[in-house]
């Protein structure tokens, strides 16, 4: 079942419209600009794996004296050969990196959750096999993954276009802006907190009965692009399962960062790990 399913996520990476969207993604978040500029020197050679449509490569192409993107998506690699002629990328898949010598980069990237799609187990444990053999002594692997315990959705709104909004419309009156600006707050803020409560309660449902909530780790179905299998895990299993491996936890952030969520309502963290010899 997981080796299909698998498979089937392949298929849908690959599909043309998936890739596309991929491709016009240009942006990286807070907690990622974070990680990138403290850990990948400039100067790097940075392997960037599951690279989709090439959403990190401007920066961490600009960062480093040799790039290499890698996806195992055709359709992707192909929206990246388009969108970067001069860089290099490769098609293949991330539990198989034969084609990189041994310690011959500083820092592998694996963002935006790519390694929860590895699957099954054995083809995870491998993944992580392979990065640790091609870094470098005391290299760093930097990687996003889906959280077991994400249950809660919080309440979201543009605070910004609020106050753009308010400015419009007090026609330069300080006292009409404060007053548009609180009405307008009252009123989104209401809204958020009901949309919250819908996508609360069906994700609760679904994630609450299952066994991976409990054990902290384990596969479910991500409805994201029809239906993906997707690998679930805590900070803590997460970071049993890389220490057996001899990578060491240097830092864990939220995907909300620099915002601090409840354990109970981060999507995702992003961890970094530091390459220590094995003994």
Known sequence: MTKASSARNRRIYDATQVAAHYAALNYLSPCERQLFETYIKPGSAVLDLGVGGGRTTPYLA???SRYVGVDYATAMVEACQAKFPGLEFVVADASDLRAFLDAS????VFAFNGIDYVLPEEFRHACFEHIYRVLKRD???VFSSHNARAVLVPPRWNRDRLRRTAHRLSAGSRFLYGLFLALLTSVRAALAFV???GATLPRLIRRVTSRVFWRGVGNLVDPAHGGLLTHYS????TIAELETMSFQP???LSDEYPQSNSRYSTDWYYYV???????
């Open 62 to 64: 600009s960062r480093a």
């Open 105 to 108: 980069f500083d820092a592998v």
């Open 273 to 279: 790990f530091v390459k220590r010899q094995r003994r």
């Open 234 to 237: 805590t900070p803590g299993s």
């Open 139 to 141: 290299g760093v692997v």
């Open 250 to 252: 240097e830092r864990v």
């Open 195 to 197: 949309q919250a409560a």
